[in-house]
């Protein structure tokens, strides 16, 4: 096949981590005979030192026109550092998601045997977890009305929901469900918001067309308990964007580390591959970032954009290889020894 990967590499450690993760699927492409065209374009803080624009239209352009976009990561401490900055990188994550149409963040969350004893939480506690959470990412309170009154002494954001934006992620929550255990949590805070009482209304009047799957509702606060005492108890969890933002960070730790947990934004118009770590700046150039979250990326990316499913399995075997074996940058490699980045990413390719 022929395929047509856009590149947003991104700030931080972005541009290392993506570079492993191209170095895997050059080595899928020999191995399973695909030809890959990749056209690489700006974003985030290094897009606005270049043209002022986070998200500018020429990046909007490669993307509609790729098969898929891999994404490293934004956000740089200069604009972190800045409450007043008008202008930043995470504008244009929020941009590129409402023009592209990413109104789905699928983060599985899973744990590796080689690694279960990383985790922050007990080995009993975690066994077996394997879940999703889907997480809406075009609507709620970051994309409502906000400012500032009162001489700026009053700050607001709004959050507003349509019946239509939960419906359509609800609906991937029902069929991905479907495909697993039939099990499907919604999560929303209806004893004390409206939007929350309206996702789950939407969902009850969805369930009947879905008479197999068992739903469930329960409040983010006690989800976010859960996910620390019994993660092994959920299997599809659907929710608003920011219950999401907060429950998919809390969640990706369960590993053992940030570094390792894939993510897919799905969308109107293509689809987005990203790891669900951040820019991470203080580690920016010293070759000790941990690329499998991207490589894994790149899996779900062969798996679910190009329905290529021996090469998705080939990279997620190769990646299970190196932790087994200790091949592993120093977040995860304890007293053993530590590998860099591009070690790591030689090595997988090789292997592939």
Same mark, same amino acid.
């Given at each position: 096949m022929k395929l047509n990967i856009a590149l947003l590499a991104g700030d931080g450690i972005g541009p290392e981590v993506v570079n492993q993760a191209v170095k895997v699927i050059d080595a899928i492409a020999v191995k399973f005979n695909h030809e890959i065209n990749y056209t690489s374009a700006l974003t985030g803080a290094c897009a606005i030192d270049d043209c002022g624009e986070p998200y500018p239209d020429s990046t909007h352009e490669v993307c509609l026109a790729a098969d898929a976009v891999l994404f490293g990561a934004i956000g740089h401490p200069k604009y972190d550092n800045d409450p007043k900055a008008t202008v930043r990188p995470e504008q244009g994550l929020l941009k590129m998601r409402q023009k592209l149409g990413l109104f789905a963040n699928v983060r599985p969350t899973f744990t590796f045997p080689s690694l279960i004893d990383n985790s922050p939480l007990k080995r009993e506690r975690i066994e077996g977890t394997d879940l999703i959470i889907l997480r809406e990412l075009t609507g709620?309170?970051?994309?409502?009305?906000?400012?500032?009154?009162?001489?700026?002494?009053?700050?607001?954001?709004?959050?507003?929901?349509?019946?239509?934006?939960?419906?359509?992620?609800?609906?991937?929550?029902?069929?991905? =469900?479907?495909?697993?255990?039939?099990?499907?949590?919604?999560?929303?805070?209806?004893n004390v918001l409206e939007t929350s009482r309206l996702w789950r209304e939407t969902v009850q009047d969805m369930e009947k067309?879905?008479?197999?799957?068992?739903?469930?509702?329960?409040?983010?606060?006690?989800?976010?308990?859960?996910?620390?005492?019994?993660?092994?108890?959920?299997?599809?969890?659907?929710?608003?964007?920011?219950?999401?933002?907060?429950?998919?960070?809390?969640?990706?730790?369960?590993?053992?580390?940030?570094?390792?947990?894939?993510? =897919?934004?799905?969308?109107?118009?293509?689809?987005?591959?990203?790891?669900?770590?951040?820019?991470?700046?203080?580690a920016t150039g010293k070759d000790i970032a941990n690329p499998l979250a991207t490589v894994l990326s790149a899996a779900m990316m062969f798996e679910d954009a190009f329905g290529l499913q021996a090469e998705a399995d080939a990279i997620r075997e190769v990646v299970n290889k190196s932790l087994a074996e200790g091949i592993v940058t120093e977040d995860l490699s304890g007293k053993n020894k530590a590998y860099g980045t591009n070690a790591v990413g030689d090595w997988l390719a090789k292997n592939i």
């Open positions: 709620g309170i970051y994309f409502g009305e906000r400012g500032r009154k009162d001489g700026g002494d009053t700050a607001f954001d709004t959050c507003t929901y349509t019946r239509a934006e939960i419906q359509r992620l609800a609906k991937m929550g029902f069929e991905i =469900a479907m495909t697993r255990s039939k099990k499907l949590c919604c999560v929303d805070k209806a067309d879905y008479p197999e799957v068992t739903v469930s509702y329960e409040f983010v606060d006690a989800v976010a308990m859960r996910l620390v005492q019994w993660p092994n108890s959920y299997d599809v969890l659907i929710t608003e964007n920011l219950f999401g933002d907060i429950l998919t960070d809390e969640a990706s730790v369960i590993s053992g580390s940030m570094g390792l947990m894939p993510s =897919a934004s799905k969308g109107l118009h293509t689809s987005l591959y990203e790891p669900i770590h951040g820019s991470y700046p203080q």
